[in-house]
């Protein structure tokens, strides 16, 4: 059965990480050949490429988007594209993001003090946990890759 799914734009080779370049994943998109792929970049949307990285803050207002370059909170237009993205997008049955991504992390994500102290790094980014409050599947990519190598 084909899926729409929602896509780290990364993974399907735009230059949209921090520093421009991509994570595109060749055997990954093999393995979704037949479905709809819709994708998506909330951080380049909002900041452009390349930008100042940021790192996923735990605050008494929840997790937030730190720049680690200004160190000022950049969380509202990540949470703005992803309403906006998931409203415009209602088809959308899967999420695929990119692991380990402040934004796209969906079990993978690294989750800081405010010190800077790891206290996870098993959390759902800004733009995933959007997709979970709308009950939509989110799968980590490199998740999807040992499902189908073993």
């Given at each position: 059965?084909k899926?729409t799914?929602?896509?780290?734009?990364?993974?399907?080779?735009?230059?949209?990480?921090?520093?421009?370049?991509?994570?595109?994943?060749?055997?990954?998109?093999?393995?979704?050949?037949?479905?709809?792929?819709?994708?998506?970049?909330?951080e380049?949307?909002?900041?452009?490429?390349?930008?100042?990285?940021?790192?996923?803050?735990?605050?008494?207002?929840?997790?937030?988007?730190?720049?680690?370059?200004?160190?000022?909170?950049?969380?509202?237009?990540?949470?703005?594209?992803a309403?906006?993205?998931?409203?415009t997008?209602?088809?959308?049955?899967?999420?695929?993001?990119k692991?380990?991504?402040?934004?796209?992390?969906v079990?993978?994500?690294k989750?800081?003090?405010?010190?800077?102290?790891l206290l996870?790094?098993?959390?759902a980014?800004?733009?995933?946990?959007?997709?979970?409050?709308?009950?939509?599947t989110?799968?980590d990519?490199?998740?999807?890759?040992?499902?189908?190598?073993?």
């Amino acid at each position: 059965m084909k899926k729409t799914i929602a896509i780290s734009a990364c993974l399907l080779g735009t230059p949209c990480r921090y520093d421009a370049s991509d994570n595109k994943n060749e055997a990954l998109l093999e393995t979704l050949q037949g479905h709809t792929l819709i994708p998506f970049c909330p951080e380049d949307h909002a900041f452009g490429s390349p930008r100042p990285t940021m790192d996923l803050i735990a605050t008494i207002q929840g997790h937030r988007a730190i720049s680690n370059e200004s160190m000022l909170d950049i969380s509202a237009p990540i949470e703005a594209y992803a309403k906006t993205f998931f409203d415009t997008h209602p088809q959308i049955d899967t999420v695929i993001g990119k692991d380990r991504s402040p934004s796209c992390g969906v079990c993978s994500s690294k989750l800081y003090n405010e010190h800077k102290q790891l206290l996870s790094s098993h959390e759902a980014g800004l733009m995933i946990k959007e997709a979970q409050r709308r009950n939509i599947t989110c799968i980590d990519a490199e998740h999807i890759l040992n499902l189908t190598n073993n």
